[in-house]
């Protein structure tokens, strides 16, 4: 089932030195990736490396840190059923490129993640809440969300 | 003084009763659920319907897909907040007169699910005669909760919605 491609480490560092940094992991490649740099090497990842599908998008809030969230990318290369996973931190107020526009199966996830956690994809084709209702308020897997329901009686 | 054989024949042949037990005997004994199956109650909810449980026997077996063609909903699992709305208006679709049964822990209190999606108890949405609990609740448990609703139909007890309307109209 290990059929991952250590080797897309060296590549992706030769290729942009100084921006990327690799992430102790069991799994898979794992690397971190700073914000301004995420939308260059995600290119390079689906045009020269053949990672076709974004397999999804997460979001992790470590809550007293201060870039608070981290937005985690899984991207496959069908021909050597090869894996990657992708990191980058998001502060609060900032907002993150959109990869929709390199693989529309982005799209989705990625408005998962702005309904349940508010990071905001810009260039999102159409970033509306996908679970909950449109008038609903905050994001609820948000540290800061109250944890237990709202008892009306 | 003997009877006459057409009064013979009339003593063996009819009963005699009033129209409006009539009438109650022929609405419990065709109490016909909507179908609101929103998780695992639903699969007990199913099953009551096979032949082992076999709820044909009285009356209610004939789960509706229209709501306009149903007297009782059950609501069967959780109800999240975006549900709600949808609930209400396929309860307010329901020709009258009309029952619900709360079935299970979630849809009568919330259950384990105290978290912002989960509606604390359907009876915030609409009102509920007949809660049956369990998690979930099995077939027999669920087929006890329609005999109880039953015999109130027998008593002539009337649907909580209108109980709750006298309720708010006696000063």
């Given at each position: 089932?290990?059929?991952?491609?250590?080797?897309?480490?060296?590549?992706?560092?030769?290729?942009?030195?100084?921006?990327?940094?690799?992430?102790?992991?069991?799994?898979?490649?794992?690397?971190?990736?700073?914000?301004?740099?995420?939308?260059?090497?995600?290119?390079?990842?689906?045009?020269?490396?053949?990672?076709?599908?974004?397999?999804?998008?997460?979001?992790?809030?470590?809550?007293?840190?201060?870039?608070?969230?981290?937005?985690?990318?899984?991207?496959?290369?069908?021909?050597?059923?090869?894996?990657?996973?992708?990191?980058?931190?998001?502060?609060?107020?900032?907002?993150?490129?959109?990869?929709?526009?390199?693989?529309?199966?982005?799209?989705?996830?990625?408005?998962?993640?702005?309904?349940?956690?508010?990071?905001?994809?810009?260039?999102?084709?159409?970033?509306?809440?996908?679970?909950?209702?449109?008038?609903?308020?905050?994001h609820p897997l948000r540290k800061d969300y109250?944890?237990?329901?709202?008892?009306?009686? | 003084?003997?009877?006459?054989?057409?009064?013979?024949?009339?003593?063996?042949?009819?009963?005699?009763?009033?129209?409006?037990?009539?009438?109650?005997?022929?609405?419990?004994?065709?109490?016909?659920?909507?179908?609101?199956?929103?998780?695992?109650?639903?699969?007990?909810?199913?099953?009551?319907?096979?032949?082992?449980?076999?709820?044909?026997?009285?009356?209610?077996?004939?789960?509706?897909?229209?709501?306009?063609?149903?007297?009782?909903?059950?609501?069967?699992?959780?109800?999240?907040?975006?549900?709600?709305?949808?609930?209400?208006?396929?309860?307010?679709?329901?020709?009258?007169?009309?029952?619900?049964?709360?079935?299970?822990?979630?849809?009568?209190?919330?259950?384990?699910?105290?978290?912002?999606?989960?509606?604390?108890?359907?009876?915030?949405?609409?009102?509920?005669?007949?809660?049956?609990?369990?998690?979930?609740?099995?077939?027999?448990?669920?087929?006890?909760?329609?005999?109880?609703?039953?015999?109130?139909?027998?008593?002539?007890?009337?649907?909580?919605?209108?109980?709750?309307?006298?309720?708010?109209?006696?000063?």
């Open positions: 089932m290990n059929q991952n491609d250590p080797e897309i480490v060296e590549r992706l560092q030769s290729q942009f030195p100084d921006a990327l940094q690799s992430v102790a992991a069991i799994d898979q490649p794992t690397l971190q990736v700073g914000l301004p740099d995420l939308l260059r090497v995600m290119t390079f990842l689906r045009d020269e490396q053949k990672y076709k599908m974004c397999l999804d998008v997460l979001v992790v809030d470590y809550l007293p840190t201060h870039p608070r969230f981290e937005v985690v990318y899984h991207l496959y290369e069908p021909w050597k059923h090869a894996r990657i996973r992708i990191k980058t931190r998001v502060a609060i107020n900032q907002s993150v490129p959109s990869v929709t526009p390199l693989w529309p199966g982005a799209n989705w996830p990625e408005r998962e993640a702005y309904d349940l956690f508010g990071i905001v994809f810009e260039g999102h084709p159409d970033l509306r809440r996908i679970y909950l209702p449109d008038d609903w308020d905050g109250p944890m237990t329901g709202t008892r009306i009686d | 003084m003997g009877l006459n054989p057409a009064q013979k024949e009339a003593e063996k042949s009819l009963l005699l009763t009033t129209v409006e037990k009539m009438g109650r005997w022929a609405q419990k004994s065709s109490v016909w659920p909507a179908t609101f199956g929103l998780a695992c109650c639903a699969i007990e909810m199913m099953s009551v319907t096979n032949s082992r449980y076999d709820l044909a026997r009285f009356g209610a077996e004939v789960f509706r897909a229209s709501p306009r063609q149903a007297d009782l909903m059950i609501v069967a699992g959780r109800v999240s907040q975006k549900m709600a709305p949808v609930l209400r208006t396929i309860w307010e679709q329901m020709p009258e007169p009309k029952w619900v049964i709360s079935m299970g822990a979630c849809a009568s209190s919330g259950g384990v699910f105290d978290n912002y999606a989960i509606i604390q108890g359907v009876d915030h949405v609409v009102p509920v005669d007949i809660y049956v609990p369990g998690c979930p609740p099995n077939p027999e448990a669920l087929m006890f909760g329609i005999l109880k609703l039953q015999e109130q139909i027998m008593k002539g007890i009337p649907p909580k919605y209108q109980r709750l309307a006298m309720e708010a109209q006696t000063p």
